[in-house]
């Protein structure tokens, strides 16, 4: 029995170290995921996939690839859930906040380091068409091979292949004109725009 397959039957049986084993191991690149797709949706959105996963932990049956799929599945499910509820819910806006948050445009030592970090990649992933961003997160941040993420997207994985692709080269041109100066004009914004696949 491989070390994976103890753990999660020790989880099952009650183990909490052993919960917390598989939760250590996926957590990091969920939350990724989910702040990246959803923005101040995603504390929320993994909540709710943990406490859906405690739930019906005893009716998983699988390997650790399964289980990283499983647990992405119900993420997904869970910020798709959010953003429909969100998008219900009125949010008040202060302005005067909203335009002291914004950064200066002279900092370019600060744009700089910014653009290296790992906030600013998944700022810049953000900007994609949402099946690109999802796609380029599932593949590349979560590690998921094509057909996984295509189980966790609901979508055929030659789709995932495509909106990878795409996803990568848009990425790239985005640098490219950064590098150049050309850039993009218009903000960042905090979720991933909606596109339908």
Same mark, same amino acid.
């Given at each position: 029995? *491989? ?21 250590? $191991?996926?957590? =990091? ?7 990246? /797709? ?12 943990? /406490? ?15 289980? %990283? ?7 997904? *499910?869970? /910020? %798709? ?21 914004? =950064? ?13 970090? +790992? ?9 994609? =068409?949402?099946?690109? $961003? ?14 996984? $993420? ?9 789709? #995932?292949?495509?909106? +990878? ?9 985005? #640098?490219?004109?950064?590098? %150049? ?5 218009? *903000?960042? =914004? ?5 596109? *339908?696949?």
């Amino acid at each position: 029995m *491989s070390e994976f397959n103890d753990r999660l039957a020790a989880a099952k049986a009650g183990d909490e170290h052993a919960f917390v084993e598989l939760f250590r $191991a996926v957590q =990091p690149a969920l939350l990724r995921y989910l702040g990246t /797709l959803g923005g101040a949706l995603a504390d929320d959105a993994a909540a709710d996939t943990w /406490l859906t996963v405690v739930r019906d932990l005893n009716r998983f049956d699988g390997d650790e690839a399964g289980w %990283r799929a499983w647990v992405f599945t119900i993420g997904h *499910s869970r /910020l %798709r859930d959010a953003q429909r509820k969100a998008a219900r819910t009125p949010i008040p806006v202060d302005a005067g906040e909203q335009f002291a948050a914004l =950064p200066g445009t002279d900092d370019v030592a600060g744009q700089v380091v910014e653009l290296v970090t +790992t906030e600013a990649a998944l700022a810049l992933i953000g900007t994609l =068409p949402r099946t690109q $961003a999802e796609a380029v997160l599932l593949r590349h941040v979560a590690g998921l091979d094509v057909r996984t $993420a295509a189980q966790v997207l609901g979508r055929r994985p030659g789709a #995932v292949r495509v909106a +990878t692709h795409r996803g990568l080269a848009r990425l790239a041109e985005l #640098v490219e004109g950064d590098r %150049r100066g050309v850039g993009v004009t218009e *903000s960042t =914004p905090s979720t991933v725009k909606e596109v *339908s696949w």
